[in-house]
């Protein structure tokens, strides 16, 4: 194991912003910290990077202490959310600032400084930009300096603060692939944090799902994707739809809904929420069922379906417009679930949507169950 | 001009959005016109009409140099303290949380705010021999009244909020992340300081030392009390051209408060020039 933290606290004034937090992170992975704004991310980075220290909690690296240890004991290479590059320094000289900086006795030579700088440059594809300064430089370029500057002290573990946060979506998926190969050709331990589902699922070899100070998953993308452990992960990628179903005999069931697609699930008999993606619903023509199709919208790409009951009970599907097109207004449709996620008990659904998950912790302990 | 700006917008391919232009750039170059430049230029045309031999010879005289002298020896020393001074005090306002700090930071105005006389009395009481300061410095051999020390002394007082007021904004709006950012990479708190702050406010403080020291040139009413104001001694420029004046030698005077002038002028050139040096290298991120 590389990098150990166990129960890591940490407080500002009477807010709890890490409440406990256990992740081992093993060499050469690749991290990723997924969680809404607010979750404590920035802040549990911070406190691996040695720029914040715990209240309650161990941090280790390779057995030793890191908490006895300052940002700079540490090696750490840390990427800052909004680069924090040195403005009066050319992109060379931000990227040699971590050498030059050395104590004299272990500082290398001005030309074998010079030698590293370039191979960083060549390494990172900015060669061109070596002379220029941060003021002159796009995001995507300034991103790619900052990471130089981790780079060059060779650090042990590299950090990244929303790496692509502030890049526009083209850049991003071109940073996003480049950052990856970059990771792979260097091997550094990198833990990255995002807001971006997408960013984490795509880049990360696991990801850790962080809400209100707590982790609430950790995983392989796929795992996490595919079973969501809690209704608030389960919200946070995208499974929006929230129905209030009766378990029997491990099979869900809902009043217009063919749930016979999902797996049996070892739950008590009784009710139960079913977490659904919109696209995971298919809507079956069915003069006999309760659900009426009120508005059908195009993305594109995508049917956008809104189905209604008599009961008041409102689904959205999404459909490929390709097989949507016997779908019209007021037909009598069934909903077929082809895949989901099953929660014991009501969750509520206000209470326990993400952003008020966010200002009020507490609410999603409590049907978490 | 009011109609020239007025037009611009209409007929030019340069709309403005703000409105106003004209109003406000007309009264702004009246003002500066009738306030600034116009006295400025009376000088200059007063100096002219000396003719460049007899300015000379007045400048070179033997008493307006060594006025001339002890005003920019003395406005340097009280420029190097402050600069100094007020660099610690800028950092210590915006990097520490303390008791007392606003009333600290408003404390920092008062020199502005004291009449320059006032302060030159209350000075040269403090430093005369039975005063507080004076009377613990007397024994000890050192004299600050009617010295350039005390030229020096009452100079920094009045200009000592100069760095302070323009070094204080740069260092409150510093990102900190770019501090965390060079001690991760392993700098040590005076490397940061040298290579990373410094850079940042070093054009702030070179423009705050400026206006101090063209402020100290021209200081005169809290000078004159506590210098002593002896010929060939201690007797600053500009007092020097106050005597001229009520000697009724307008050359004189006009000749010596037109070399303070230039000099004042040349630093400021000089302290834009190594500005816009640093700000073509710098830049804004
Ligand atoms: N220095 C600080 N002082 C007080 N509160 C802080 C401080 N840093 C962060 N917080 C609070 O901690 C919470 C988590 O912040 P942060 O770790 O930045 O979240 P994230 O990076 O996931 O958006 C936020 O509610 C924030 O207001
Ligand atoms: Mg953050």
């Known amino acids: 194991m590389s990098l150990a933290m166990s129960n890591i606290t940490r407080r500002f004034g009477q807010t709890e912003v890490l409440r406990g ?17 607010g979750s404590g991310k920035t802040t549990l980075l911070r406190i ?68 590293t700088v370039q191979r960083l440059l060549t390494f990172l594809q900015i060669s061109q ?46 940073l996003r692939r480049w950052l990856r190969s970059v990771h792979d050709s260097a091997g550094i331990t990198t833990i990255f944090v995002t807001h971006d589902q997408e960013e984490a699922f795509e880049l990360a070899d696991r990801v850790v799902v962080m809400n209100g100070g707590v982790i609430e998953q950790i995983g392989r993308p796929d795992q996490i994707y595919d079973h969501p452990a809690t209704p608030f992960v389960a919200r946070f990628l995208g499974l929006t739809v929230e129905l209030p179903v009766v378990m029997k005999a491990g099979r869900a069931e809902a009043a217009g809904f063919d749930l016979t697609a999902l797996p049996r699930r070892a739950l008590p008999e009784g009710p139960a929420t079913l977490f659904l993606r919109p696209a995971d619903i298919q809507p079956v023509a069915d003069p006999a069922a309760p659900f009426h199709l009120t508005e059908i919208s195009s993305t594109g790409a995508l049917l956008r379906v809104v189905a209604e009951s008599d009961s008041g009970c409102r689904i959205e599907a999404e459909v490929p417009r390709r097989d949507g097109h016997g779908l019209e207004t007021g037909m009598n449709v069934s909903l077929c679930a082809v895949a989901g996620q099953i929660f014991p008990g009501l969750a509520s659904q206000r209470a326990s949507s993400p952003v008020a998950a966010e200002t009020t912790p507490h609410a999603l302990k409590e049907n978490r169950l | 001009m009011t109609s020239v700006a007025v037009a611009i917008p209409r007929s030019g391919r340069t709309r403005r959005v703000l409105p106003g232009f004209g109003l406000t750039m007309g009264l702004t170059l009246s003002y500066v016109g009738i306030i600034v430049l116009l006295p400025v230029l009376a000088l200059v045309l007063k100096g002219a009409e000396i003719g460049p031999v007899r300015y000379w010879e007045i400048v070179t005289s033997p008493r ?53 006389a006032v302060a030159g009395l209350s000075l040269t009481a403090l430093f005369s021999a039975n005063g507080w300061y004076g009377s613990i410095l007397a024994p000890a051999g050192i004299s600050v009244v009617y010295t350039i020390w005390g030229v020096a002394i009452a100079m920094s007082f009045t200009s000592v909020p100069f760095v302070v007021r323009t070094v204080q ?75 001229r004046l009520e000697e009724y030698d307008y050359n004189g005077a006009a000749a010596i408060a037109l070399t303070l002038m230039l000099i004042a002028l040349i630093l400021l050139a000089l302290s834009n020039w190594l500005q816009s040096r640093m700000q073509r290298k710098g830049g804004v991120t």
Request: some cysteine; proline content about 7%.
């Open chain 2, 169 to 243: 904004p740069i260092l409150e709006d510093l990102d900190p992340a770019v501090e965390e950012a060079a001690r991760s990479l392993g700098a040590s708190p005076f490397t940061i300081f040298r290579r990373v702050i410094f850079p940042a406010i070093q054009p702030a403080f070179l423009v705050g030392a400026t206006i101090a020291f063209a402020r100290s040139l021209g200081e005169f009413g809290a000078v004159i009390f506590i210098a002593g104001n002896l010929p060939m001694k201690t007797e600053i420029a500009s007092l020097l051209a106050m005597i």
């Open chain 1, 21 to 37: 937090i256990d992740l081992d992170v093993a060499k050469g992975e690749l991290i990723a910290l997924l969680g809404p704004s």
């Open chain 1, 129 to 174: 930009l070596a002379d220029r300064y941060p003021s002159e430089l796009s995001g995507g370029q300034r991103q790619r300096v900052a990471l130089g500057r981790a780079m060059a002290i060779e650090p042990r573990v590299l950090l990244l603060d929303e790496p692509f946060g502030a890049l526009d979506a083209q850049v991003r998926r071109d």
């Open chain 2, 64 to 116: 307006t140099l060594a006025a001339l002298r002890l005003t920019v020896t003395a406005a340097a020393i009280a420029t190097l303290f402050n600069a100094a001074y007020g660099l610690l005090m800028a950092w210590v306002l915006t990097r520490y949380c303390f008791p007392g700090r606003r009333l600290l930071d408003a404390m920092m105005d008062i020199p502005f705010a004291l009449p320059t």
């Open chain 1, 48 to 115: 691996i990077a040695g720029l914040d220290w715990p209240d309650a909690g161990n941090l280790s690296f390779e057995g030793q202490d890191w908490l006895l240890k300052t940002a700079a004991q540490r090696k750490i290479g840390m990427v800052f959310q909004h680069y924090a590059l040195f403005p009066h320094m050319t992109v060379r000289e931000n990227i040699a600032f971590g050498l030059t900086v050395l104590p004299r006795a272990q500082r290398p030579g001005k030309a074998q400084i010079a030698e």
